[in-house]
C-alpha cells in the first residue's frame, strides 16, 4: 500500500480503531497453548477491545494464525490485519546456542546465518515479529538474563545486536521469510541493582552512553522495525514513561521512526514502581513518552480515547502511534498478504530440517570455551582431545539431560534435542564408554523454591530431583564407572530454569548436590574433564582446581550433545572466547575487563601493597577473563607492529599489525583481539577497550599477518559535556588472544580536538 493510501486509511477510522491498534493482547485469550510470560488477570479487555487489538503476542503455527487472522478481518471495520509478535530468542523449534553463547563465537556472520534460520522457522509458522535481540549490556552473573546477552562488552554486543537484526530481517522484513526485529530493552535493563530482575537501575548519563547505549544503537542502525522499553527505572524514571529516553535519545539522536512496544505489562507497573497514581495516568505518561504499544494489558485500550475527548492529549498523537504500527504492518506487507509466509507444508519441510539442525551444530562447536586443558606429568601431552583407545565415564546429571535450551526457547522442545549419551554412543566406541547419572540436577530445597515461584506443575522430574535412596544408588554406580575408567567427562551445571527472566541468584555456583559429586568422583578418578552447562558464568574455582580440563559449553541448543562431542574427541578443534568475565566469585561482581583504573591501581597479580584498589580475601582479576579461550593447538602472536607511531594532520590512520603462528599440532582457529586504552583524557577512560577483532583459521605451521587500521573515530568517547570526540595525547595499542595478555604499544592522537 502507498504511503498515501496508508494516510487515508488512517483518517478514515474512528478513534476507538486507532486506539486498539495500540493495544497487544496476550496470545492466551485465543488459544489455551500459548505462552504468557507475565500476568493477565488484570488485564481484562472489552470485546471489541479483543476483537479489534493490533497485535497479539505469544501464539505460533500456521494453521492457528491463519485461522485467527481469517476471522479477525472478517469482523474488523477496516479489515485491517492482526500482527503476530512472539519471544524468538536463540530459534523457534531448531534452538541454537542462548544468545551469550553465540557471543562466545565471535562470529557475527555466523550469529545471523541462526537468526536468518530462526526467522525462516518462525515465518513460516506464521509469525511476523520477533522479540529479539536483546541489546542489553550485563556486568552482573547474578542477573538471570545474562543468558540473553551477548555479554559485557559494548563493542562486541553492537556487533551482535546487528546481526541479528539483518538475520531476522534481511534486507526488509517484508521479504519472503524474514520477519521484524525488536531490539530490547531499551534502556540499561541489564544492570539492575543487586542484579536482582526488575529492579532499578542508577547509572550516570556518561556510562550510559559510553557503554550500555552502543548495542541498541547498532540494532536501531541495522533498521529494527521495532524497540521495546524496558521495565526498569533509569535514575529514577521508568522506561515506558522516560519522555527524555524515549523522545530526545531514541527518536531524535538516535533517529528511530518504528514502532516502540512496551514490555509486558511495563505501563501498568509505572503505579507500582510509584511513578503514576492510576492507570490514566500511566497512559498519559506512557504515550507522551513516544510508547506506541501497550503490551498485555487494558490500560491504552481504557484510556487514551478518553484523555484525547477531554484535551489532556492530542488525537495526533494517537494517529502518530497508529500510523507507525500500520506502517509496520505494510512493511511486513500484510495488507497484501496478511498470512505472509504462513504455510503449513513449509512448516514440515523448514522446521528442523537437516540444514538448520547442521547449523546449529556448528554454531554450539564455535560457542564452546576450552577454560583449561593441563598436560599430563607422564605423558606431557594435554588430557583433551580424548586419546583413541581409551576408557571414558560420562557422569553427572548432564549425560542423559536434553534440557539443553534456555526458558527463553519457547517452541524448543526437550525430545529434539541430542543428549550426551546420545551423541558419545554415536562418535565413540561401544567398549569405550560408561555411563552414570550420579546425582540429581539440584537439591531438593532449591527445587522446592523453584516450584513455589515458576510453577507449582513442575514434576521432581521436570526439576531433576531424586529421593535420597536414588541418590545414593546414582552416586554409587558413578563412583565404580569413575574407578573403571581412564578418564572421567563429569557433565554438570545450573538447571536450564535456573536462569532467564525472573532468575536472579546470590550464589552463582555449580548446585550443593552435584559439587558433592564432583568431589567424590575427584578422590577416585582425578583425570576430570568437567563439561559447564550453564545460563551464566559460574563460580568455578573448586572445578577449575580439581578438574584437568574444564569445558563451558552454556545451554548449547538442539544439537548440544553433538557439538559437545566433537570437541571432546577433537572432531572439531574448539575455539570459542568468553564474550563475559567469569568472577572468581559472587562477591566481586560486577567484574569486568573494561574498568576504570582508580587512583591506586593494583601493578600487576604480584602488588601486594596495602593502600590499593583491591580485596584482602579474593584476587581482582576475575577467574577467567573476557576474550579468554585456549584451542587445542599453540598459537604464537608476535609483538604489534605499527606502521607510524602517530595519526594526525594528513595521516588519517595507522597500521596495526601482528604476526599469528599456529605452533601447534593441528589446525586451529583462533581470535585476533584489538584493544586499546587512551591513557590520559578529560575524562577517564578504560583500562583496555575492545576495537576490533579478526578470526583466522591456521594449519598447523602456518603463519598470517592480522593487520587492524586505527582512525581517530575508534578513539573517541563521550567527555563531560555529553558530546562525542577524541582529545590528543597517548594511546595505548594491545593485539593478542585475550583481553589479559600481551604488551601495549604506544601511539599518539596528534590533533587538538576531533572535527
Ligand atoms: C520480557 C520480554 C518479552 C516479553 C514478551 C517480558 O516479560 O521482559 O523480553 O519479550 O515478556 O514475552
Known amino acids: ?82 500482527l503476530f509478535m512472539l519471544d524468538v530468542i536463540h530459534g523457534l523449534r531448531t534452538i541454537f546456542p542462548m544468545p551469550l553463547a553465540l557471543g562466545a563465537t565471535f562470529d557475527p556472520n555466523l550469529v545471523e546465518l541462526t537468526a536468518q534460520a530462526a526467522a525462516k522457522e518462525s515465518a513460516v ?43 531476522f530481517q534481511g534486507n526488509h522484513p517484508g521479504e519472503q521469510e524474514r520477519i521484524a526485529a525488536c531490539v530490547k530493552h531499551f534502556a540499561a535493563y541489564g544492570k539492575p541493582e543487586g542484579g536482582r530482575e526488575y529492579s532499578n537501575v542508577e547509572l ?32 529514577g524514571i521508568p522506561s515506558s514513561g522516560n519522555h527524555w529516553l524515549m523522545q530526545e535519545v531514541l527518536r531524535k539522536e538516535m533517529g528511530f521512526g518504528g514502532v516502540l512496544i512496551s514490555d509486558w505489562a511495563s505501563i501498568e507497573e509505572m503505579i507500582h514502581h510509584g511513578f503514576c497514581q492510576n492507570e490514566r495516568e500511566a497512559a498519559k505518561k506512557a504515550i507522551e513518552a513516544g510508547v506506541d504499544i501497550d503490551m498485555a494489558t487494558n490500560i491504552y485500550a481504557n484510556h487514551l480515547a478518553e484523555l484525547v475527548e477531554s484535551g489532556e492529549i492530542t488525537e495526533a498523537c494517537i494517529d502518530e502511534a497508529a500510523y507507525r504500527v500500520l506502517r509496520l504492518k505494510n512493511r511486513l506487507d500484510l495488507f497484501e498478504n496478511p498470512f505472509k509466509d504462513g504455510d503449513e507444508d513449509k512448516e514440515k519441510e523448514i522446521i528442523l530440517s537437516d540444514e538448520h539442525r547442521a547449523l546449529a551444530r556448528k554454531t554450539a562447536r564455535e560457542s564452546i570455551v576450552l577454560l583449561k586443558n593441563e598436560k599430563e606429568v607422564q605423558t606431557g601431552k594435554e588430557l583433551l582431545p580424548i586419546h583413541s583407545g581409551e576408557t571414558v565415564a560420562f557422569i553427572g546429571p548432564y549425560v542423559e539431560s536434553k534440557g539443553l535450551h534456555s526458558t527463553w526457547a519457547i517452541k524448543g522442545r526437550a525430545e529434539d534435542a541430542v543428549s550426551i549419551r546420545e ?90 548436590v552435584q559439587m558433592e559429586l564432583f568431589r567424590k568422583v575427584s578422590e577416585v578418578n582425578p583425570r576430570i574433564v568437567t563439561v559447564v552447562f550453564s545460563g551464566r558464568p559460574l563460580d568455578l574455582r573448586e572445578i577449575s582446581e580439581k578438574s584437568m580440563a574444564v569445558l563451558e559449553v552454556w545451554l548449547p541448543g538442539t544439537e548440544g550433545g553433538n557439538a559437545i562431542l566433537d570437541v571432546l574427541t577433537g572432531a572439531c578443534n574448539p575455539s570459542g572466547k568468553l564474550p563475559v568475565s567469569f568472577p572468581y566469585s559472587v562477591g566481586q561482581i560486577p567484574v569486568h575487563y573494561n574498568e576504570y583504573a582508580t587512583g591506586r591501581p593494583l601493578k600487576g597479580k604480584e602488588d601486594t601493597a596495602f593502600y590499593r584498589s583491591r580485596y584482602l580475601d579474593i584476587p581482582n582479576h576475575p577467574l577467567y577473563p573476557f576474550g579468554y579461550g585456549l584451542s587445542y593447538t599453540d598459537f ?120
Open 1 to 82: 500500500m502507498t504511503e498515501k493510501k496508508l494516510r487515508e486509511l488512517l483518517n478514515d477510522m474512528t478513534l476507538e480503531e486507532k486506539v486498539n491498534q495500540l493495544v497487544q493482547i496476550p496470545g492466551s485469550y485465543y488459544d489455551k497453548n500459548a505462552s504468557v510470560t507475565g500476568g493477565i488477570e488484570n488485564s481484562r479487555f472489552s470485546e471489541t477491545q479483543l476483537n479489534q487489538a493490533g497485535s497479539i503476542l505469544g501464539i505460533t503455527g500456521a494453521k492457528t494464525l491463519r485461522q485467527i487472522q481469517e476471522t479477525y478481518m472478517e469482523n474488523h471495520p477496516h479489515h485491517i490485519p492482526l
Open 125 to 167: 509458522s506464521g509469525i511476523h515479529v520477533t522479540f529479539a535481540p536483546m541489546a542489553d549490556l550485563v556486568r552482573d552473573a547474578r542477573w538471570g538474563r545474562v543468558m540473553e546477552s551477548t555479554g559485557e562488552d559494548p563493542y562486541l554486543n553492537s556487533l551482535m545486536t546487528a546481526a541479528m537484526v539483518s538475520g
Open 204 to 235: 550516570s548519563e556518561h556510562a550510559l552512553r559510553e557503554f550500555y547505549l552502543p548495542a541498541y544503537e547498532s540494532g536501531i542502525r541495522a533498521g529494527s522495525e521495532l524497540v521495546m522499553a524496558s521495565f526498569n527505572t533509569l535514575n
Open 423 to 512: 551423541a558419545a554412543k554415536e562418535a565413540m566406541a561401544k567398549e569405550n564408554v560408561m555411563f552414570a547419572c550420579g546425582c540429581g540436577m539440584m537439591n531438593r530445597d532449591n527445587g522446592i523454591i523453584l516450584k513455589r515461584h515458576m510453577d507449582e506443575t513442575l514434576t521432581e522430574s521436570d526439576l531433576g530431583i531424586f529421593d535420597e535412596q536414588t541418590e545414593k544408588q546414582l552416586e554409587k554406580e558413578a563412583l565404580e564407572a569413575a574407578a573403571k575408567a581412564n578418564l572421567v567427562v563429569l557433565c554438570l551445571g545450573e538447571h536450564r530454569l535456573l536462569s532467564g527472566e525472573a532468575a536472579s541468584r546470590s550464589d552463582i555456583g555449580i548446585p550443593m
Open 636 to 755: 604464537v602472536i608476535s609483538p604489534v607492529e605499527l606502521s607510524r607511531k602517530t595519526i594526525g594532520g594528513v595521516q588519517k590512520s595507522l597500521k596495526a599489525s601482528v604476526m599469528v603462528r599456529n605452533a601447534g599440532s593441528r589446525k586451529g582457529t583462533e581470535t585476533v583481539q584489538l584493544y586499546i586504552r587512551d591513557i590520559a583524557a578529560s575524562v577517564v577512560r578504560p583500562v583496555k577497550e575492545l576495537k576490533g577483532f579478526c578470526k583466522i583459521t591456521l594449519d598447523q605451521g602456518e603463519e598470517q599477518k592480522v593487520e587492524f587500521e586505527i582512525t581517530e573515530e575508534m578513539l573517541q568517547f563521550h567527555a563531560a559535556d555529553g558530546k562525542l570526540t577524541s582529545e590528543a595525547g597517548g594511546y595505548l595499542l594491545w593485539i593478542d588472544n585475550s583481553s589479559d595478555t600481551g604488551a601495549g604499544i604506544e601511539f599518539e592522537l596528534e590533533r587538538e580536538e576531533h572535527v
